[in-house]
């Protein structure tokens, strides 16, 4: 699998060629990102960062990702509506971690004010890599499922055609043509139309709930886009305007500035620092709407990595999807070695094996957003600071996978060009609708490929680590 594009890697007129057409393209195609010294202006932009070359990836692990997608959909919701799992799965974590603790307080408060919401909205992205076991085949391992701002499903629809076209300047026609078509803002317009459609006003409007700082706003707009070209109204707006100028009226309709909203996209709001007081009266006024929101409070705890680690343990799975033994085989096959950190013998046990080969484990929070996780050296320091602490009770512990490295360029603004040794990621956009007890709507959206240099433990592409890619199917 290395060496899948061995004739031109190495050839440097023909690599310095194709990286200024790349660079063209991607601007012509619109991979777009802010720049960060004006991350809120739109009159200079760059190319956002991305692979020279396709990479390579397994085409039964490709369609097992994706076979798998409407099950963890299933799943999510499924968690999403069980009240008892989430008190049970998180009643260690919310203890220790205010983050978690405060979303879980809403969620509860919501519940006993009884829900508004009837059309209920996910849109996930499953994230995995390729693990080479001791004998080199390669497996499918979930890293984890994002449920809350899954982002890049719009400049990854533009990035094909760029792929495309450095293949064809390098003289493989053939190969371009192989490359898989990825449209995952379509797919999530479509869901959230959906979603707009069943919550049944013609003159409501979408509302992204977006950042301060908006470097990603291109991201956005693909999939904005596609609304306004359904004609649906799309207005964006911060926490701080939804605490300004937000109200309820008597059946719990959300109005902003006038307008009435049906759905609120959150684009904003899964990490600590977007959150003050004023923030979290806007996060429970949203709650308690009518509106559909994209992810509903239940849904983002969905996604906690506590709750990934209690989905690894015997029998979580048939609980959660009764009746569905073949939705439960497809989604174990994908799950790494996940292990709790709660106090007791067995957390002691896992602790200790950690400090002992940090290596072998990835140290988790409950954090979205990737630069969050810990590795060797700091996983070994951390824990041993709160192995006898409630606080390791907020972390997860996983086995670290570990993926065949491949040659790549990475081509960010202002850098050198410079062949890396490079892992990928694969996610799988995940969309669904549900109206009140019936599931109108579950698909896979489409698909994002995330390289970066193996010298990085962690990141994301808006992390600055990783940057997009085009799966090149072997």
Request: charged share 25%; with cysteine.
């Amino acid at each position: 699998m290395a060496a899948l594009w061995e004739d031109v890697l190495h050839n440097e007129p023909a690599i310095r060629e194709a990286a200024a057409v790349a660079v063209d393209v991607a601007l012509l195609e619109g991979v777009l990102m802010r720049t960060e010294e004006q991350p809120n202006m739109s009159d200079v932009v760059n190319y956002a960062p991305f692979t020279l070359l396709p990479s390579a990836v397994p085409s039964a692990l490709f369609e097992q990702a994706y076979a798998v997608q409407q099950d963890f959909n299933l799943l999510v919701d499924a968690i999403s509506q069980n009240k008892e799992f989430l008190e049970h799965t998180l009643a260690s974590t919310i203890k220790v971690d205010d983050f978690t603790a405060q979303l879980f307080r809403i969620h509860m408060q919501v519940l006993e004010e009884g829900l508004a919401q009837s059309v209920f909205l996910g849109i996930n992205r499953s994230d995995y890599m390729f693990d080479c076991g001791v004998d080199g085949t390669p497996a499918l391992k979930q890293i984890e499922i994002n449920t809350i701002a899954a982002s890049f499903g719009g400049l990854t629809s533009r990035t094909v055609a760029v792929h495309g076209q450095v293949l064809k300047v390098l003289g493989k026609s053939k190969e371009a043509s192989r490359l898989l078509p990825n449209n995952p803002s379509k797919g999530l317009a479509l869901g959230i139309a959906k979603a707009w459609e069943l919550y049944g006003s013609q003159s409501a409007v979408v509302m992204f709930l977006v950042e301060e700082v908006q470097r990603n706003i291109f991201d956005q707009r693909c999939v904005e886009n596609e609304l306004w070209n359904r004609n649906i109204r799309v207005i964006r707006k911060r926490f701080r305007d939804v605490f300004e100028k937000g109200s309820l009226d008597d059946a719990k309709r959300l109005y902003i500035d006038g307008q009435e909203v049906a759905v609120v996209y959150y684009r904003e709001g899964y990490v600590p620092k977007n959150y003050d007081q004023q923030n979290w009266e806007a996060r429970l006024l949203l709650e308690r709407s009518r509106a559909v929101k994209c992810p509903d409070i239940a849904t983002q705890l969905a996604g906690t990595k506590k709750v990934q680690q209690e989905l690894s343990q015997p029998g979580t799975l048939e609980r959660l999807l009764p009746g569905r033994a073949e939705a439960v085989a497809r989604i174990r096959a994908t799950f790494a070695g996940l292990y709790s950190l709660d106090e007791g013998e067995e957390g002691d046990k896992i602790a200790a094996a950690a400090i002992a080969d940090p290596d072998r484990f990835v140290l988790k929070p409950q954090r979205e957003g990737g630069g969050n996780n810990l590795y060797g050296e700091e996983l070994r320091q951390v824990l041993q600071k709160i192995r006898d602490s409630p606080e390791r009770t907020s972390y997860i512990l996983m086995d670290k996978i570990k993926p065949q490295p491949a040659m790549n360029y990475l081509l960010r603004a202002h850098s050198p060009l410079q062949v890396s040794e490079c892992i990928s990621e694969l996610g799988i956009f995940g969309v669904y609708v549900r109206h009140g007890k019936e599931m109108v709507m579950n698909e896979a959206a489409g698909h994002l490929l995330r390289t970066k240099a193996i010298e990085h433990a962690d990141g994301g592409v808006a992390a600055g680590v990783a940057v997009l890619d085009t799966p090149y199917l072997v």
